[in-house]
């Protein structure tokens, strides 16, 4: 329901990740993303000289924020009218999971980041990453989540990266407000929001080729307009942060 998306408290929980990109680049790597690619800090939205510091080009933004009233309330006016997403298949656009595992939206936010667009053809053949999406490929949302449900590989390096960090991570049983939405340049060149507790993949408009997830014209449709809804509707509390997948800096 487009009211309650919230995992339920029976489910199972993981240790929550730090937004943090190394943290993030080790989890991807352990699951089979070539070393190739990694994830980078993005310190603002405008300011040219440190936009130059992220390797371009961004294939998936991955935005942190803190869940808010107002977030919810456009979250709900936008999910109700909109029907439960059912595809599968070859044919579907972008591969979009929903969140069945408490705390798991870092998790989710980085298989989306990196299971779309030209990310997807940095994965390593062979890999349990590459394993996990031909064996998700065929199957509808709630069988696709059960099978993140019971990946040990995931699991598996998923506790392996929250032992990483700068801080203490919470407990897995903790309630955590702070959340991991995509923004993903798909195979056909349209910006996607990919989020594990929406009612599907949800499509933000066209870019350009030579356009990527951080361009001028993404940032509108993803990144700002997010934060320009939170901002519109009161919301006093804009702490957000963010990182980039893409090349790396030797």
């Known amino acids: 329901m487009a009211e309650n998306p919230d995992v339920s408290k029976n489910n199972k ?24 690619l990694g994830f980078t800090d993005v310190f603002s939205l405008d300011e040219p000289d440190l ?7 961004s ?13 919810e309330s456009s979250r709900i006016t936008e999910d109700g009218p909109l029907p439960e997403y ?27 980041a990196v299971s779309n667009g030209e990310a997807r053809n940095h994965i390593l053949p062979g890999s349990d990453l590459e394993g996990l999406l031909k064996d ?10 059960d099978l993140l449900y019971e990946s040990k590989a995931l699991e598996s390096a998923h506790a392996d990266a929250a032992k990483l960090g700068d801080t203490q ?9 702070l959340h991991f939405v995509a923004f993903v340049k798909g195979a056909d060149g349209k910006l996607w929001e990919l989020d594990g507790r929406r009612k599907g993949p949800l499509e933000r408009g066209v870019l350009e080729p030579e356009e990527d997830a951080l361009s001028e014209k993404a940032l509108e449709l993803g990144v ?5 809804v939170e901002a519109k509707g009161g919301n006093p509390d804009l702490r957000f942060s963010l990182v980039s997948l893409g090349g790396v800096f030797d």
């Open 136 to 145: 998700a490929e065929g199957l509808e949302p709630n069988q696709r989540a």
């Open 13 to 36: 929980a993981f240790v929550p990740l730090e937004n943090n990109p190394e943290v993030m680049s080790h989890l991807v790597h352990q699951l089979g993303l070539s070393p190739s």
């Open 169 to 177: 991570a919470p407990g897995a049983e903790d309630d955590v407000d």
């Open 224 to 228: 700002r307009r997010f934060l320009e």
């Open 86 to 112: 059912s595809g599968s298949g070859p044919q579907e656009p972008v591969t979009w999971f929903k969140q069945t595992i408490r705390n798991a939206c870092g998790l989710i936010g980085l298989l989306h």
């Open 59 to 71: 294939h998936a933004l991955l935005l942190v924020f803190p869940v808010s009233k107002t977030y």
């Open 51 to 57: 936009l130059a510091l992220v390797p371009r080009p």
